[in-house]
């Protein structure tokens, strides 16, 4: 039985050395050498063709290669019955809890007007605003969520979140519902998207929510490019509400070279790279689905087709 390896963004040599490190008899194949269909057990994948995996008649898992699996959900073939799993990998949440870090403290600090009078030769001292007084609100609180709004608390930041469930298993304030969207954006001078990508998510991003926000806000998207509505996002802060955005997801991936994104000076744009996955740290999540599969029971991390994530 093997497994069927599908992505252009990952290295197929890499993740190979990875899983038969920890099963070395694994049957590795790169799409679109898949031999003999029925062979294929697992399939794991990022952003796969649609219908790739319409014929496979024994696959048992569809694994992601990521945190997200809306890049799969989309796939109007996908084999019913078939369980797909997320990636839930620690070095991937520590990357995602830097990039947080990062894109907070920097608008904090008001690095991106630094940077412009640098390029002027501005002695430019910027008094910084009490850490106190820059609220963070999340839209998102599942594993990644709350390591990145744990990292930004010890910081100093207060931070809100918002989920589809209320949560009290944690000391961030959790709202949910739209009253709980409505209260979350009202406390938000930093508001970090890091949703789920679903139907009830999609735009979620958009002039009302932006309208929301108090005056000056600044907006963090590290989650999916069509949770955003571009033009709503250039409106809000061309006309003077939002103070600036940090992209690191984009309707359509490469952004292209001329979009107004690249060069809008209060936005900064990142290639998708808040989080990314590394196969030598993956794989042995990825060994253990597949064991867990063949004998039967629920993979880890599985997907609720229902929720979407
Ligand atoms: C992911 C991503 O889902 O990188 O892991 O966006």
Not at 6 to 15: A, K
Not at 281 to 291: G, T, W
Request: hydrophobic share 40%.
């Amino acid at each position: 039985m093997a497994l069927l390896f599908i992505s252009n963004d990952d290295s197929p040599v890499e993740w190979q050395d990875a899983l038969t490190s920890f099963d070395p008899d694994l049957d590795f194949r790169t799409w679109p050498d898949l031999g003999t269909a029925s062979d294929i057990e697992i399939a794991l994948v990022w952003k796969h063709p649609p219908g790739s995996l319409a014929d496979l008649p024994r696959l048992k898992l569809i694994q992601s290669l990521g945190a997200g699996a809306d890049h799969i959900l989309t796939d109007p073939q996908l084999p019913g019955g078939v369980p797909i799993a997320r990636l839930v990998d620690s070095n991937l949440t520590q990357q995602m809890v830097e990039f947080a870090v990062l894109a907070v403290l920097s608008r904090h600090r008001r690095m991106k007007q630094l940077q412009l009078a640098q390029t002027q030769s501005l002695w430019n001292v910027i008094q910084p605003i009490p850490t106190h007084h820059s609220r963070v609100g999340m839209l998102g609180f599942g594993e990644i969520g709350r390591e990145i709004g744990n990292a930004l608390t010890r910081l100093g930041f207060p931070v809100t979140a918002w989920t589809r469930t209320a949560r009290e298993d944690s000391n961030i304030v959790c709202q949910s519902g739209e009253n709980g969207l409505v209260a979350v954006l009202h406390s938000s001078d930093i508001l970090i998207c890091l949703l789920p990508f679903t139907e009830e998510t999609k735009n979620i991003l958009n002039a009302d929510t932006f309208a929301t926000l108090p005056k000056g806000a600044y907006v963090i998207n590290m989650a999916r490019g069509g949770h955003l509505v571009e033009s709503h996002l250039l409106s809000a802060i061309d006309d003077g509400h939002l103070s600036g955005a940090w992209l690191d997801v984009f309707n359509e991936e490469p952004l292209p070279s001329d979009h107004l994104f690249w060069k809008h000076p209060k936005v900064i744009v990142t290639p998708h790279l808040a989080g990314l996955t590394v196969a030598s740290s993956a794989a042995e999540q990825v060994i253990k689905n597949l064991r867990l599969v063949r004998s039967g029971q629920a993979p880890n991390n599985a997907v609720n087709l229902k929720h979407g994530y």
